[in-house]
């Protein structure tokens, strides 16, 4: 990369009314190269008057939450609830490009500055709306908070203990994730040069979850998971006490498990060749488990993780969040960087997960002090924006319903789930993606297979599938006529085999000068780690997501949380990097190569907790459910078997709407719960009486009853809630389609929609191999004998 090389966003302004929900996502636009203003109202934002502070001492410039979320914007000050605050926020809307907003659903309408009258002023701006459960629907007007986000969307009853509270994610991972993603839809709104409104609805974004596809797998199986104390239900994947600490093993695989019965010297209750099938040995993980701790407790954990990558199977510690930042691996991608502030002073700041060849991402600045930034930001944007100009070869296109992606497409080299999710994201806005796989899918639904093939088809639906034989010579020069005609390359193997196949950037440059070739590696292309055997629970471990993700009343982690969220997250990333990549290519005509670490991936969801270590010296530890800024806080047993709502309370005023609506006025004078802070003091006594309520009313009684009264609350979803959800039926989230070879199956639909387009993504699925024909001749103008002569040689499968 030169020197000269700026942001793939460079000249994008943006305009940013977020808070804590959404705050992320300007963030991430602002290190991409974007103008982005924060606009705070007179008082500041209320994160300003959150903790921690730097050295715990409170001061607006102080706040650790303000800075996790703002560093890298400029500020203003506005009062949107006046006449001349609005006028400025009208005046400076005609020369922006985005503006982002996570206001209570149909408040800037109602003063004025929704989306229709934006857009009048400037028909090309793009607004993004993050809320909890999106901008329609019958619970539209539903009160949101973290944990709340984290129930409705159906993770949160999968994670914990049983017999205890279920527990939602550490460092607002809820609004992390969704910023993420209302960050991909103001890339895609952007593509094509057409306003937009973006809606991400938190809820969305939860249940799109690749990894587990709760919707899905009810639909096919009628199964409602529960929560069972191990860190996966399914293979084994624990955790392990060592010398020092606590490492986790991944093991699924056949050719694993057979090195690892190997390593734990080939006790004969594992010898048994069926026992790789996993369902096979799930009776004995009891067994399993003593005998693998019987060996972990004699080693140090960096020896034992050593030792056990030495023989290709996944391991890694239960890192805290210093312990991944000392990391040699971290060390060695520089993923923490320096940051100047005015207050704060000179301090490191975690970075973005992704590194490319040819623009680049940056943090230019320390999180904006009130109003620093008002006299030179009217200025400029008396001016059009530098985006416009930049970006005019790409087109200015009307509104049309033609997809957004329409005319990209994308070759995928998948495996797992993090390679079919990514192409998902773009197949879902129109992209056309190839899929080049190894060989046919060989499972047919017979018996107790239905929810694998059903699995199968809808992680590659929307997308074209050939089979090809990457080992066979003709096979390779197959593969790259189909780059030569492409325009971006995604793939997630391990760090080696793309270049085993001479498909690394540089040779695939050669194929097509232009392209965009993107790879999500388990710790990125480079570093001692690189080639390090991993899973998505295994760079849960890494990051420090297993760490905090916990009950603090249980000492051992790794039951908290029962998914491969970065699984979820890496692809969520890549798809950002890649819009950015096309947007340079687009301005420039340059490709590029993007280098994407899936473990940083999953620490840039703990921001906040990785910069309470970097400027206070001081390790985070595991929350639960406590919440510092909220009380009553947590998840609460109701009336039935393992029934839960959960409920966040912040403000007075909703604490004693909340007393009246339970039918508990005296709670409201009881000393002990006079104000947030005795609430918080006597937190323990406060949530005992909560729970002697909602103990006698099933959850949704309590959910409706309070959010009746504008309070935040929501039902702990199971499986079959999410089937049942009205609000996703009427919203068309969740959506029926057929399959032939396993029946009607429950899809959920696209994690963010674009309101202004009618392109909706298609419901065929197929099979790898199924496209052979299509894609070879119809492409590649290959004849029908010419691709049976192919398949006859294995070059084709």
């Not at 809606?199 to 529960?226: C, K, M, N, W």
């Not at 389609?737 to 699925?765: D, K, M």
């Amino acid at each position: 990369m030169s020197a000269e090389a700026t942001g793939a966003l460079t000249g994008l302004r943006v305009l940013d009314l977020t808070g804590r929900k959404g705050g992320y996502c300007g963030l991430l636009l602002a290190n991409l190269g974007a103008e982005v203003i924060l606009v705070e109202p007179p008082d500041g934002d209320p994160m300003r008057r959150q903790g921690p502070y730097m050295n715990d001492q409170p001061h607006e410039d102080g706040s650790l939450s303000f800075a996790a979320y703002h560093t890298n914007k400029r500020g203003i000050v506005l009062d949107l609830e006046a006449d001349a605050g609005r006028a400025t926020l009208r005046a400076l809307i005609r020369n922006a490009n985005v503006i982002i907003e996570d206001k209570p659903v149909g408040y800037l309408d109602r003063i004025g500055l929704g989306y229709g009258a934006l857009s009048a002023l400037n028909p090309a701006l793009v607004m993004i709306s993050i809320s909890g459960f999106g901008q329609s629907g019958p619970y539209r007007d539903f009160k949101i908070s973290s944990i709340v986000a984290f129930a409705m969307g159906g993770l949160m009853n999968l994670c914990g203990h049983p017999g205890r509270a279920p527990l939602m994610g550490p460092c607002d991972v809820a609004y992390h994730l969704g910023s993420v993603h209302a960050a991909f839809g103001a890339l895609v709104a952007l593509f094509n040069r057409r306003g937009d409104h973006v809606d991400v609805s938190l809820q969305d974004v939860l249940v799109a979850d690749p990894f587990l596809r709760i919707i899905t797998h009810y639909s096919v199986t009628g199964e409602v998971p529960e929560r069972t104390g191990h860190s996966q239900a399914t293979t084994v994947a624990e955790t392990y006490k060592c010398k020092d600490g606590y490492a986790r093993i991944f093991v699924n695989q056949p050719d694993h498990w057979r090195r690892f019965v190997e390593w734990l010297g080939n006790p004969p209750e594992l010898i048994d060749p069926q026992l790789e099938t996993v369902p096979k040995r799930m009776h004995l993980r009891p067994l399993i488990d003593r005998l693998v701790e019987a060996r972990t407790v004699n080693y140090d954990t960096a020896a034992f993780i050593e030792e056990f990558q030495s023989r290709r199977l996944a391991a890694a510690p239960i890192n805290s969040p210093s312990a991944l930042l000392a990391d040699k691996q971290t060390q060695h991608r520089g993923y923490v960087v320096e940051v100047a502030h005015a207050y704060l002073g000179q301090h490191k700041f975690p970075g973005d997960p992704y590194k490319f060849s040819e623009s680049r991402w940056g943090i230019e600045r320390g999180a904006p002090r009130l109003g620093e930034h008002q006299h030179e930001v009217a200025q400029e944007f008396s001016r059009p924006a530098p985006w416009l100009d930049e970006c005019a070869g790409h087109g200015s296109a009307p509104k049309t319903d033609k997809p957004p992606f329409e005319g990209i497409r994308l070759i995928s080299f998948p495996t797992g789930i993090v390679g079919p999710a990514l192409a998902s994201l773009m197949a879902d806005h129109g992209a056309e993606v190839i899929a080049i796989e190894a060989g046919r899918t060989l499972r047919s639904p017979q018996r107790g297979q239905r929810w694998q093939v059903a699995s199968d088809l809808e992680s590659n639906h929307g997308k074209k599938r050939v089979a090809i034989n990457m080992k066979h010579p003709d096979g390779l020069e197959l593969a790259k006529k189909l780059i030569a005609k492409s325009d971006v390359v995604a793939e997630n193997f391990s760090a080696r085999v793309m270049a085993s196949w001479g498909l690394d950037y540089p040779r695939m440059k050669e194929v097509k000068n232009d392209v965009i070739m993107a790879s999500l590696q388990a710790f990125g292309q480079t570093g001692p780690r690189r080639d390090f055997v991993s899973f998505g629970p295994i760079l849960m471990s890494f990051s420090g997501m297993t760490y905090l993700w916990r009950d603090p009343e249980i000492e051992r982690p790794g039951a908290g949380c029962q998914t491969a969220f970065p699984d979820f997250i890496a692809p969520s990333f890549g798809a950002i990097a890649i819009l950015a990549a096309l947007h340079h290519r687009a301005r420039t005509g340059e490709g590029q190569y993007i280098d994407i670490s899936q473990a940083e991936s999953a620490a840039s969801m703990l921001g906040p907790a990785y910069l309470e270590y970097l400027i206070n010296g001081r390790e985070p530890e595991p929350q639960g459910n406590f919440s510092a800024f909220a009380a009553p806080h947590g998840a609460y047993r109701c009336k039935g078997d393992d029934r839960w709502c959960a409920i966040s309370i912040e403000t007075q005023e909703e604490w004693l709407r909340f007393c009246a609506a339970a039918g508990r006025k005296e709670w409201a004078s009881d000393a002990r719960f006079a104000d947030p802070a005795s609430r918080l003091s006597h937190r323990g006594e406060l949530d005992a009486l909560v729970e002697s309520w909602t103990v006698e009313h099933t959850p949704h009684q309590v959910m409706v009853i309070l959010q009746r009264d504008g309070i935040a609350a929501g039902v702990v979803q199971t499986a079959e809630d999410l089937y049942r959800d009205p609000h996703l039926r009427e919203r068309g989230f969740a959506r029926e389609v057929f399959h032939p070879r396993v029946g009607w199956v429950t899809r959920a639909g696209p994690s963010v929609r674009l309101t202004e387009q009618r392109f909706s993504p298609g419901g065929a699925a197929r099979q790898a191999g199924d496209d052979n024909e299509a894609v070879f001749g119809e492409l590649l103008g290959l004849s029908k004998t010419q691709i049976q002569e192919l398949t006859e040689r294995d070059v084709l499968r």
